[in-house]
């Protein structure tokens, strides 16, 4: 199809669950996207929205053809003003808790053939659908989508403001294929040496295995596992600590185990679990989404290092063609990454004294980011050189990152 076809958009009152997932699952059949994209993910997501959501449907249709869809929900919101004003959120509902679901590589679903046309039309449909207080809030999307959605508000006389921006990091297997194969000899001497000395430690409690959950019961017990050392290790700012997260997650599980798109593993140190990785799996790459690991006293026990090199190793054996670790700092991430993605969450709409006094608190909470960031940074470099010349103490360890972390709670971060 030419890209000049006549591409006409709406936004629907959505009724009918059944008869999008038709529409929805025949157009993803002609579409590039990101699992987040994939009716696994948006169905579970609508099947578990919080009470006061309210979503619609954003059709794009070229004749009688459906050639884009996404869900814009609309919610009310208080900021600086005398007035409540709307947010449209692209695949958001915007209930904070709920959305700590956290979509990243969020976009519109289009059809192959005309996706750059059908994008844009979809972003000028929703630009002009805008009243005068109105938001479009359009989180975890790639510089492409941005520098479209930026040029659209241009042209509508709006302005776009980052709300936040990260970098989801990741292995491109390409480049580790291009030097052998072997993933382990593409690391850092030190990261080599970390995850040398780890395993040797788990072996003295016999075999390490990784082994990836086959059953959707075997899945949903690890999973359970998983939550239960994540909010060990997080309690109250653990991703488990609201109830809908959990049940989100169980049905996902559930549905996408059997297709093979989730996949959950563990890796075991002789009989006892070290870690676990909750990872979904869309046109050959993995994302990883969740973690659980047996954190030890002993710094030199690596339960997270030692369990994504397995996996990334199980990835590459697999043919596949990259792992991704999704936005947010973590020290094994830069440890491990090869590459990365900039994403943005983005707020569009019209200038005034409310949007300005929002982008002086955000301006201040990503100075703080930046600071929290750097904090977290020395922190890991310390916790690593500590684990090798134990020149540091814990308790100076800890003050460090009890710091971090109470900065870090101060910053609208977008992922934990």
């Known amino acids: 199809m030419s890209q000049d076809t006549a591409i006409d958009v709406t936004v629907e009152t959505m009724r009918d669950i059944a008869r999008l997932e038709t529409i929805w699952t025949e157009l993803e059949a ?30 794009a249709r070229t004749s009688s053809r459906t050639v884009g869809l996404a869900i814009i929900c609309r919610r009310k919101t208080w900021s600086f003003g005398l007035h409540a004003r709307a947010r449209w959120l ?9 959305d700590r679901l956290f979509i990243e590589y969020n976009n519109i679903l289009a059809e192959r053939s005309l996706a750059d046309a059908t994008r844009l039309a979809c972003l000028e449909a929703l ?13 975890g999307i790639d510089p492409d989508f941005e520098l479209a959605a930026c040029r659209t508000a241009g042209r509508a006389g709006l302005l776009a403001d980052v709300r936040a921006d990260d970098m989801a990091r990741w292995i491109d297997f390409a480049k580790v294929r291009q030097k052998g194969g072997n993933f382990r000899a593409t690391l850092g001497r030190n990261t080599r040496q970390a995850v040398s ?50 049940r989100f997650h169980e049905e996902l599980i559930a549905r996408g185990v059997p297709t093979g798109a989730v996949r959950i593993s563990r890796t075991l140190a002789g009989d006892q679990t070290i870690g676990i990785l909750y990872n979904f799996v869309h046109d050959g790459r993995v994302y990883n989404y969740q973690s659980g690991f047996l954190y030890e006293r002993d710094g030199r026990l690596k339960p997270g290092l030692v369990s994504h090199v397995l996996a990334i190793e199980d990835s590459i054996g697999r043919g596949e063609c990259g792992y991704d670790f999704l936005a947010g700092f973590s020290g094994h991430k830069s440890r491990l990454a090869n590459a990365e993605h900039p994403l943005k969450w983005i707020a569009i709409g019209r200038d005034g004294p409310e949007r300005r006094i929002e982008a002086k608190l955000r301006g201040a909470r990503r100075v703080l980011g930046t600071v929290a960031t750097n904090m977290k940074e020395r922190l890991f470099e310390a916790q690593r050189v500590s684990g090798s010349t134990r020149y540091q103490s814990t308790c100076s360890r800890d003050r460090l990152s009890n710091l971090c972390f109470s900065v870090a709670e101060l910053v609208d971060a977008p992922h934990s």
Do not use: C
């Open 197 to 246: 000395r780890a395993m040797r430690l788990y072996a003295e409690r016999g075999p390490i295995s990784f082994r990836t959950m086959e059953a959707t019961s075997e899945a949903l017990a690890a999973f359970d596992l998983l939550a239960e050392l994540h909010q060990v290790r997080w309690g109250r700012k653990g991703a488990f600590a609201h109830p809908s997260f959990r």
């Open 90 to 98: 692209l695949n958001e509902t915007g209930d904070v808790r709920f």
């Open 127 to 139: 630009a002009h659908h805008l009243r005068h207080s109105d938001q479009l809030v359009l989180s």
């Open 30 to 59: 002609r579409a590039s996207h990101s699992f987040y994209l994939s009716w696994l993910w948006i169905g579970t997501w609508l099947r578990h929205l919080p009470r006061g959501a309210q979503p619609h449907v954003l059709v």
